[in-house]
């Protein structure tokens, strides 16, 4: 099991930064790609960043060059760098760890969410 703990949500102006943390614990070792996901409402849920145990990285198009995710392995802790944020990045955001076996099953294991709310 692995355990997913967010922090760093909030409401932030159109135009600010935000940074958010995703503390991992458990079979972490057992962990192939971790990311970021949100769902914004009457929307589904969408991949936003996404980073693989030897460090490549993978964004959705409506984040590329203002949203950074990376990791701090010493703290078992991903972050996802946020700026330039538009009110259209408003939804709660999800931390994901996902483990794959042989056969190519995924399983993933998701945080409890953090509300991101852009507005004036």
């Known amino acids: 099991q692995v355990q997913l703990v967010e922090s760093g949500g909030g409401l932030v102006q159109p135009g600010g930064s935000l940074r958010l943390s995703c503390a991992a614990s458990?079979?972490?070792?057992?962990?192939?790609?971790m990311g970021w996901y949100r769902q914004a409402p009457g929307k589904e849920r969408e991949l936003v960043a996404a980073i693989t145990n030897p460090g490549s990285t993978n964004y959705a198009d409506s984040v590329k060059g203002r949203f950074t995710i990376s990791r701090d392995n010493a703290k078992n802790t991903v972050y996802l760098q946020m700026s330039s944020l538009k009110p259209e990045d408003t939804a709660v955001y999800y931390c994901?760890?996902?483990?794959?076996?042989?056969?190519?099953?995924?399983?993933?294991?998701w945080g409890q969410g953090t509300q991101v709310t852009v507005s004036s």
């Open positions: 458990g079979s972490i070792f057992s962990i192939n790609v």
């Open positions: 994901n760890a996902a483990r794959y076996y042989i056969g190519g099953t995924r399983v993933d294991y």
